[in-house]
Nanobody, 125 residues
Framework: VQLQASGGGLVQAGGSLRLSCAAS????????MGWFRQAPGKEREFVAH???????YYADSAKGRFTISRDNAKNTVYLQMNTLKPEDTAVYYC????????????????????WGQGTQVTVSS
């Protein structure tokens, strides 16, 4: 599956952004879709994934502020980010991995083999 992320930008602390990730090439519903982020000098880290059946999982840093959702008809996954903080500044990547494993399997970026190109999110204080 090919992935194309968009929606990043510059926002003030407390603001919101919605990232989108459009997929093509394979059956979108067969994939767990995730969002990861990578700040300069840091390892890529898990943000959220939509495991299956409407159940989603979040990093502690994202809980209560971010929401992952998908539209299978549009082959698109979204990440709604509210109450943004300067520490959310990073390049955000969407990723896809075939379904079939327990939710914790998808916390690692190494479990995902399809990646979008990344979109920069910058939160100013």
């Amino acid at each position: 599956v090919q992935l194309q992320a968009s929606g990043g930008g510059l926002v003030q602390a407390g603001g919101s952004l919605r990232l989108s990730c459009a997929a093509s090439g394979r059956t979108f519903s067969n994939y767990v879709m995730g969002w990861f982020r990578q700040a300069p000098g840091k390892e890529r880290e898990f943000v959220a994934h939509d495991w299956s059946g409407g159940r989603s999982y979040y990093a502690d840093s994202a809980k209560g502020r971010f929401t992952i959702s998908r539209d299978n008809a549009k082959n698109t996954v979204y990440l709604q980010m509210n109450t943004l903080k300067p520490e959310d500044t990073a390049v955000y990547y969407c990723a896809g991995s075939l379904t079939g494993y327990v939710p914790s399997y998808y916390y690692s970026y190494q479990r995902f083999n399809h990646w979008g190109q990344g979109t920069q999110v910058t939160v100013s204080s």
